[in-house]
């Protein structure tokens, strides 16, 4: 598991730090306005940094579902199953480089974020306008969000925990279609309309299972323990069709 676990990390290095390399160009130019009182350059700062941290998110997700597509459907596959590794060990290996690259990418976001909130915090004063702009962005996105750390961080591990879930269902549509269609024209359309249906059957299971729960920190975090038990049915799903269906 250790050699599978570096294997995937070293197919994903290059966007890390792509991402690592643009998130610090932001940063230095948001630390820069803030310091130099340059208002205009301090707000396409934060937009850049708010794209990236989402962005870095999705994009350590897609590198998953697209490294295991191309496993699923080049001359790559066979090589894969000829290693002395059961399809647990390999597709548990790309699901956990995934979790730990979230894991990092939030936990990195998330402390940048705090950081940068509480130096604009500092100078509010000055910064009104930019600062009530902040909290209205957040509220577009829950009503009920505001800028303190606990929901902040109940809302940051809700978003890893649902967006991981998201990842698996790409997965294991991707492994359905694959062993349906075989690399077949209309492989994709399958994987995606099958990926639509198990994402809204997640989104429906958290939402009607966290309906009673009224303060936004605990249906956070209930609704993050959701996504991770279906995320974990959804492994154990797509590594028995890869074992039955894609081995050799």
């Keep these: 598991m ?12 290059s966007v890390k730090l792509a991402l690592l390399g643009l998130t610090a160009a932001a940063e230095i130019a948001f630390l820069a306005a803030l310091f130099l009182n340059k208002e205009n350059l301090l707000a396409i700062s934060i937009f850049l ?7 870095g998110v999705m994009v350590a997700g897609l590198a998953t579902i697209l490294t295991l597509h191309r496993d699923m459907n080049t001359k790559q596959s066979y090589m894969l199953f000829m290693t002395p590794n059961s399809c647990y ?13 979230l894991l990092l990418c939030g936990g990195c976001f998330f402390a940048l974020g705090t950081l940068d909130i509480t130096l604009l915090f500092a100078r509010a004063g000055s910064l009104k306008e930019l600062w009530e ?24 591990i809700g978003l890893l925990a649902s967006w991981f879930s998201a990842v698996t269902a790409a997965c294991l549509a991707d492994v359905i279609s694959s062993a349906l269609l075989n690399g077949k024209k209309g492989n994709g359309i399958i994987a995606f309309l099958i990926f639509l249906a198990l994402s809204f059957l997640v989104s429906w299971l958290q939402q009607t299972l966290t309906s009673s729960v009224t303060s936004i920190q605990p249906r956070f ?9 279906l995320s974990g049915g959804m492994y154990f799903a797509t590594a028995r069709i890869m074992e039955t269906s894609l081995s050799v």
């Design 2 to 13: 250790k050699n599978l676990l570096k294997y995937e990390f070293r197919k994903t290095l």
């Design 49 to 55: 940094l708010t794209m990236l941290a989402l962005g």
């Design 221 to 229: 975090l209930l609704q993050a323990l959701i996504a991770l038990v």
């Design 89 to 101: 060990r390999i597709l548990g290996a790309k699901v956990l480089e995934n979790a730990l690259s």
């Design 133 to 156: 702009a902040i909290g209205s962005m957040l509220r577009t996105i829950n009503s009920e969000l505001t800028l303190d750390v606990p929901n902040m961080l109940s809302f940051t």
